[in-house]
C-alpha cells in the first residue's frame, strides 16, 4: 500500500497513545494512515536519528496582525514546528468578525480563540482595555459567542492593575462566561488583589495563565514559606488548567524553579507570542525554544510534548483530530532534531537561565501537507 508521505524511522513522541519509540508514520489524503512493514511511500523522508512529535500547539499567542499592534503573522508559526495556536483575547465582540474573517480563515494553521470581555479587545500597548463590568458588552458578547461559537473556547480578562481593580471583573466575566457556556481565561501578572481570590473563583478548565510570573504584590507562592499556596493546589484539583505562557514580562526564575522544584509543573507550555518577541527575544523566541527550559528544568519529553498538544488540543475541542499521531487524525506532524547547543534565556528581570539542548525544526507537515523543511532535508 502507498501513502502520500512515508516519515520512517523516527523517534515517535505521542504521549496521548504512549508512544515513546522508533517507529514509522504515513499521511494519506491528509490524514494520519497506519504503516504497515512493506509499505512505500509517493514522497519518504527518513527521520533517523530525529523526533517525531505531533503538529505542536502554542496555546497563547496574539495573531489579530491586520488589525493589532502587538500581533504577529501565524503564516510564520509553522517555521517553528507549530500547527495550531489559540489567540488569547486579542480581539473583542467589536472586531472578532474583522480577526475571524481577516485572519481565522486565511490562516495556514489552525487557530482557534478566546474573546476578550472588553469589546474592542487588545489592540496596542498604548490603547489599554477596561476590565470593569460598566465597560462590559454582554448581549454583544453573547451574539458574537452564538455567531462563531465553533471557534471561540473563552472569554479572556487581564487581570492587573491600571486595567482592572477589583474582584468584581473577574465575577462578571465568569458570569457572562457561564451564561454562555464557556470558559475563562485570566492574566495574572501584577494582580490589583490577590491571586487566592482570583484562583478560588476558577472551575474545571478555565486557564491561569502565567503562572510563573514574579511581577507585582502576589504569585503563586506563599510569600512567606515560599511554597505554591493551597489555593493553586486546589484549584488544580478542581482542574483549572495552569499554562506558562511566558511572554516577556510574565515569567519569572525564581518563582518557576522553586515552584517546579516542588513538582507544580505547567499543563500548558505556551508563548504569549506577540510582535516585541517574534524571533527576537531570548524570552520567548518561539515554541521550541522554550520547551528547552522545561527539559532543563527536570521535566520529562513525553511530558514537555504533552503539554504543547494532547492537553490543548482537548481544550480546543479538538482531541483525536489534533495533538495526536492516532490513524485518521488530520495530518498534523512535526520533525525536530536534537542539538547540543548552548543557549541563554531571560525572564523579566533579565535574570539569565542557561540551557544545553535545542529542538530544532526539520520539516513541518500540516494537513498532510509539507508547510515547512529545512533545505538540506532530503526526502526521495
Known amino acids: 500500500m502507498k501513502v502520500d508521505l512515508l516519515i520512517k524511522n523516527g523517534h515517535v513522541i505521542d504521549p496521548s497513545r504512549k508512544i515513546d519509540k522508533v517507529m514509522d508514520i504515513g499521511i494519506r489524503n491528509g490524514l494520519v494512515a497506519a504503516v504497515n512493514p512493506g509499505d512505500e511511500g509517493a514522497h519518504t523522508v527518513d ?72 469589546g474592542s479587545g487588545q489592540l496596542d500597548t498604548n490603547l489599554p482595555e477596561k476590565f470593569e463590568p460598566s465597560e462590559f458588552r ?86 512567606a514559606t515560599g511554597k505554591v499556596k493551597e489555593s493553586m493546589y486546589r484549584a488544580r484539583k478542581r482542574g483549572v488548567i495552569f499554562d506558562s505562557a511566558n511572554g516577556r514580562g510574565n515569567f519569572s526564575f525564581a518563582v518557576a524553579t522553586l515552584a517546579i522544584k516542588e513538582g507544580f509543573l505547567p499543563d500548558i507550555i505556551s508563548t504569549d507570542w506577540t510582535s516585541d518577541k517574534l524571533n527576537y527575544s531570548s524570552h520567548a523566541k518561539n515554541l521550541p525554544f522554550l520547551l528547552a527550559k522545561y527539559l532543563k528544568y527536570g521535566m520529562s519529553l513525553t511530558d514537555v510534548v504533552r503539554a504543547v498538544t494532547e492537553t490543548p488540543a482537548r481544550l480546543m475541542g479538538l482531541e483525536g483530530k489534533i495533538g495526536t499521531l492516532k490513524p485518521d487524525a488530520l495530518g498534523d506532524v512535526v520533525v525536530f532534531k536534537e542539538i547540543d547547543q548552548k ?38
Not at 70 to 89: E, K, M, R
Not at 348 to 376: N, S
Open 47 to 118: 527521520a533517523k536519528g530525529d523526533y517525531v512529535f505531533p503538529g505542536l500547539i502554542d496555546f497563547h499567542t496574539h495573531v489579530f496582525h491586520t488589525s493589532s499592534a502587538i500581533s504577529v503573522n501565524p503564516a510564520f508559526l509553522p517555521a517553528t514546528g507549530v500547527t495550531a495556536t489559540v489567540d488569547s483575547g486579542t480581539a473583542g465582540c467589536c472586531n472578532f468578525r474583522a480577526f475571524y474573517e481577516g485572519v481565522v480563515t486565511t490562516s495556514p494553521v489552525r487557530i482557534k480563540s478566546y474573546l476578550n470581555v472588553y
Open 138 to 223: 454582554p448581549l454583544q458578547i453573547e451574539r458574537t459567542v452564538a455567531a462563531y461559537r465553533d471557534n471561540i473556547l473563552g472569554l479572556k480578562i487581564r487581570y492587573s492593575k491600571g486595567i482592572a481593580t477589583s474582584l468584581d471583573s473577574i465575577k462578571e466575566t465568569i458570569r457572562i462566561a457561564r451564561e454562555n457556556g464557556i470558559n475563562v481565561c485570566v492574566h495574572t501578572t501584577d494582580p490589583p488583589t490577590s491571586l487566592d481570590g482570583v484562583v478560588d473563583l476558577l472551575d474545571k478548565d478555565d486557564v491561569y495563565c502565567h503562572m510563573y510570573h514574579g511581577r507585582g504584590d502576589d504569585t503563586i507562592l506563599d510569600k
Open 343 to 380: 543557549v541563554v534565556h531571560r525572564d523579566f528581570f533579565d535574570t539569565e537561565f542557561v540551557t544545553e539542548k535545542l529542538l530544532i525544526p526539520q520539516m513541518t507537515v500540516i494537513g498532510g501537507d509539507i508547510a515547512f523543511c529545512q533545505g538540506y532535508y532530503a526526502l526521495a
